[in-house]
């Protein structure tokens, strides 16, 4: 197995967890985006159309749209379908709010092209650094 | 950032759960824009009211709080809700009237004023310079700019907060650097009407993105005039604050952008998406009437009656409403309806089957067709009355 990737980002809500990862290189908006119900990303010309946000290492550049957006992540949690952690390029007042109401552990500053759908990541939000280790045939 | 003794313990969780996310929600907030501190407010206003704009997932977490025993430290009003208790409660589904009531009442125990009005700049004169948390872009636009408070453009989550804890973080337009003109603005031909008013925010909102401009040529304009222009600024930007009377600076520095007659009138058609004659719902009162604007409107109606088959939505405060009473009495006796708590756009206008909206506010003409799922008629007060009375 192959050493895993360090990379450095800022803590945004702290946490810790390891998982898969889901990454886009789109915004998204969570108010119309996604499902409240399942975590299902509901916008049609979205890269990730389809998939389930639930327990993943969720990878998007930053969050837009209605600050409502923020509430659904809480929603998501209380559901436990929420993902188990964000990481962002930039993180935005309206993810930032989400992942504090619903204690979604959350880091920022990472280039998100260095991580692959499939690709388990490790988040420590406490410190605020994560570790990748690369899947065979992530996409 | 820099917290005082009391806040790092509510930030650790001495006061309760309510207050500490409300904490964290400022603290991070502050953080992610450099603030160093937290500065007191002395009021907070607060979007995301109505239950059609909301769904479930909010209402979860706003009862979370009320429940809690969060309560607000400073004079905290609500935007408006999706319905009325005269009118709509009627003629729409009584469980989405029971789920609305939820929500305000969630928001009721939380020591909100239930204003549910997006001009709470009516209700209460601002200090001059009083630093505020106030959601609900056209009033933030307003209260900087006219009221001269100063306030960030706060989201629904992050104005409840600074409401709960009495405070927010200082960056942004809380600090005098932030609050420069960068742009200079100058009009081709003086501006005729409230609609050329918002024509001309829509068109500045998207090519200025954050940046403030001084616009010349409107030292004379009614602030009834300048609500719509911030209002439809704010709609198509992210800018927070104009200028109309310029402040003693150089100039010789400053971008200068020119706008035309055809700009404007390009915008307005843009605004308009159908070339039906007969709208199903004339509205105006987005933002929310002014005394002044529901005078206007009922001098211009008369002693007319309104056409078969039409219907004319006036939308305002309470407040207002009360104030304007021998007014709005005269204009609801002509058949048309002065709303309060609510207006169009976050109302379930589809499900009353309205499918055209004809309307004075570019603000509404912009998001009737996604919000409402309606065809728009933008147009001036005058034409709306025209359309919606005989002779």
Redesign the interface.
């Given at each position: 197995m192959q050493p895993p990737i360090i990379l450095k980002g800022r803590k945004?809500?702290e946490g810790y967890c390891k998982a898969e990862a889901l990454v886009s290189t789109k915004p998204i908006s969570f108010l119309g985006g996604v499902d409240?119900a399942d975590g299902k990303i509901v916008e049609r010309d979205h890269d990730l159309y389809g998939e389930c946000i639930k327990d993943k290492v969720l990878c998007f550049p930053h969050g837009h749209g209605?600050?409502?957006g923020?509430?659904?992540l809480?929603?998501?949690a209380?559901k436990k379908c929420a993902p188990k952690a964000i990481i962002n390029e930039n993180?935005d007042?309206?993810v930032?709010?989400g992942a504090?109401?619903a204690n979604i552990p959350m880091v920022d500053q990472i280039e998100i092209k260095q991580i692959k759908t499939g690709d388990m990541v490790e988040v420590d939000a406490y410190k605020g650094f994560i570790k990748i280790w690369k899947e065979k045939g992530a996409k | 950032m820099y917290l005082t003794r009391e806040e790092e313990r509510i930030y650790d969780g001495e006061f309760g759960w309510a207050n500490q996310i409300c904490m964290k929600i400022l603290v991070r907030l502050g953080e992610l824009f450099h603030a160093k501190r937290l500065i007191p407010i002395s009021s907070s206003h607060v979007s995301g009211v109505s239950y059609k704009t909301l769904g479930d997932a909010p209402t979860e977490f706003i009862k979370a709080l009320a429940n809690a025993d969060a309560k607000v430290k400073v004079k905290s009003t609500l935007n408006p809700q999706s319905f009325d208790c005269d009118f709509l409660c009627k003629r729409l589904p009584s469980d989405l009237w029971e789920k609305q009531l939820n929500v305000l009442d969630c928001f009721k125990k939380m020591g909100f004023k239930p204003s549910l009005t997006c001009t709470p700049y009516y209700l209460e004169k601002l200090q001059k310079n009083a630093h505020v948390a106030w959601a609900e872009s056209s009033a933030v636009v307003y209260a900087n700019s006219i009221m001269g408070a100063w306030t960030n453009r706060e989201g629904g989550p992050s104005a409840l907060a600074a409401a709960i804890i009495g405070k927010t973080p200082d960056y942004g337009m809380h600090q005098a650097e932030n609050r420069q003109p960068k742009v200079l603005v100058k009009l081709e031909k003086p501006l005729s009407n409230e609609t050329e008013f918002g024509a001309l925010g829509i068109f500045l909102g998207k090519i200025l993105k954050e940046e403030i401009p001084i616009i010349q040529g409107l030292q004379k304009a009614s602030k009834d005039n300048l609500k719509q222009l911030g209002a439809a600024l704010a709609t198509a930007g992210m800018t927070n604050m104009f200028y109309y009377k310029t402040p003693r600076m150089q100039m010789d520095k400053i971008e200068k952008i020119g706008v035309s007659a055809e700009d404007l009138k390009r915008t307005i058609e843009k605004l308009t998406t159908t070339s039906t004659q007969t709208p199903d719902l004339i509205f105006v009162g987005c933002p929310h009437c002014s005394l002044n604007e529901i005078r206007k409107t009922a001098e211009l109606i008369g002693n007319r009656k309104i056409k078969k088959q039409t219907e004319f939505w006036i939308c305002t405060s309470r407040h207002i409403k009360e104030k304007a009473k021998k007014y709005a009495e005269k204009i609801e006796k002509s058949g048309a309806h002065v709303l309060t708590d609510t207006c169009a756009v976050v109302t379930w206008t589809e499900k009353l089957g309205i499918k055209t909206i004809m309307t004075n506010s570019a603000k509404t003409a912009h998001y009737a067709p996604t919000l409402n799922k309606a065809e728009t008629i933008l147009a001036p007060l005058k034409e709306c009355i025209k359309k919606a009375y005989k002779g």
């Open positions: 945004i809500v409240p209605s600050t409502v923020s509430y659904v809480y929603s998501l209380k993180a007042p309206v930032v709010v504090i109401i | -």
